[in-house]
């Protein structure tokens, strides 16, 4: 066997042995891709922050959710902290490394937003500075690690952690994490949400899925489509800066 050769077993070696516990996590994840659906279809926000490999993988997670997955759909509501380049490198400078994501989560994140992190180690200080600050504002704080326990992982609500030693490893099953969950939010996204021709401005009867405070409606199930407004039948209510209107086949210039 070629050198080449044992490298890529070895590495896809490790990477199988880490499948089979972490498809303990598929009824997490679903739970969550639900929790963000309801969360973003009523006007809610995501961060996501990471170091290193993991801020490339936190934007490629916000890009699934401003963009698409597969279907076409409106845009969601989903800031990358570790590509605001100019805060971080200010953040950084005024206040210290240790702040550039906590400053952020407390100028963008609201009482219960979602702030989602990543950590091959659990161990970036500046991630669990994010957490502590999302948790004093309200919002779900969720983390990606590997292995527990570690302070990433204490400082929040809820985590998926990887069970294996191997930092790639971890990386790559937190990218197939992303896809999936964000998968599972496309899935539960109410009806006007869902895959069409071109994605429009955000419908605001979506936000008949989710209660004034930001609670699921308890006698909706998951991924049922958003009650009527009365008075509105086949119409589509958009929301435009300002105003709600009936988006009707004219248009009176």
Known sequence: ???SMEVLDSHLAGLASALL??????????RWGDELARLLAGGGRVLVAGNGGSAAEAQHLAAELVGKLRDDRAPLSAIALCAETSSLTA?????GFDEVFARQVRAHGRPDDVLLLLSTSGRSANLVRAARAGRELGMRCWALTGPTPNPLADACTEVLAVPCPDSQVVQELHLVSAHVLCGYVDAYLPVPFGPASHAGPVPAVARAAVSPGGSPDP???A???PVRP?????????RVPGTLRPAGPEEVP
Do not use: Q
Request: charge should be negative; charged fraction near 25%.
């Open 1 to 3: 066997m070629t050198a």
């Open 21 to 30: 516990p972490y498809r303990t996590e598929a009824a997490r994840l679903a």
């Open 91 to 95: 953040i950084g400078n005024d206040y």
């Open 219 to 221: 006698v909706r199930p």
């Open 223 to 225: 991924g049922a489509g």
């Open 230 to 238: 009365s008075g509105v039948e086949d119409e589509l209510v958009l």
